[in-house]
T-cell receptor, first 109, second 113 residues
Framework: GIQVEQSPPDLILQEGANSTLRCNFSDSVNNLQWFHQNPWGQLINLFYIPSGTKQNGRLSATTVATERYSLLYISSSQTTDSGVYFCAVGYSGTYKYIFGTGTRLKVLA | DGGITQSPKYLFRKEGQNVTLSCEQNLNHDAMYWYRQDPGQGLRLIYYSQIVNDFQKGDIAEGYSVSREKKESFPLTVTSAQKNPTAFYLC????????????FGPGTRLLVL
């Protein structure tokens, strides 16, 4: 089955720093989402981005489907950005999103 | 407010006991999903449902059962056959099937006594 790898597994930043999180996947996919899981466990949608680039405030994401990777950019990080960031991929017409193991981010004040 | 609710927030199970986790959505979404998350891990799909009265097994369905009698509701039963049920359970829904954005509820933490 498809494999989803995220890097780095852990990341510690000082408040105000920028970061890039990466998601590699082993097969062509039609669907890709980025989520943020806050310390209370809630998963929050960041982007639905099977291809192209999107931006939402301090966050942006780029997926290069032909090269099987996606990047999540966090600029001017804040302590509230702490948590785990997941990438999930899937095929069109199926219901199965495959989740990566996540990048655990801690932003220090 | 539109959204997905899960209850209870915490649930304790005794050995040999079945427990049911509730998931309700008022987003008018067709598809609903149940995931399991173990500490430090990603999410794994237990069951999903495209429409009322229809559901399919995911990757780790053994020891679990579901029903979909109403569009808004997708309860998950953790049976005594599930030997390692301690985990965080997340319910999600999406507008249509196969690839639409999934939205998640706040989750239920199940602990075995």
């Amino acid at each position: 089955g498809i494999q989803v790898e995220q890097s780095p597994p852990d990341l510690i930043l000082q408040e105000g720093a920028n970061s890039t999180l990466r998601c590699n996947f082993s097969d062509s996919v039609n669907n890709l989402q980025w989520f943020h899981q806050n310390p209370w466990g809630q998963l929050i949608n960041l982007f639905y981005i099977p291809s192209g680039t999107k931006q939402n405030g301090r966050l942006s994401a780029t997926t290069v489907a032909t090269e099987r990777y996606s990047l999540l950019y966090i600029s001017s990080s804040q302590t509230t950005d702490s948590g785990v960031y997941f990438c999930a991929v899937g095929y069109s017409g199926t219901y199965k999103y495959i989740f990566g193991t996540g990048t655990r981010l801690k932003v220090l004040a | 407010d539109g959204g997905i609710t899960q209850s209870p927030k915490y649930l304790f199970r005794k050995e040999g006991q079945n427990v049911t986790l509730s998931c309700e959505q008022n987003l008018n979404h067709d598809a609903m999903y149940w995931y399991r998350q173990d500490p430090g891990q990603g999410l794994r799909l237990i069951y999903y449902s495209q429409i009322v009265n229809d559901f399919q097994k995911g990757d780790i369905a053994e020891g679990y059962s579901v029903s979909r009698e109403k569009k808004e509701s997708f309860p998950l039963t953790v049976t005594s056959a599930q030997k390692n049920p301690t985990a965080f359970y997340l319910c999600a829904s999406s507008m249509s099937t196969g690839g639409e954005t999934q939205y998640f509820g706040p989750g239920t933490r199940l602990l075995v006594l």
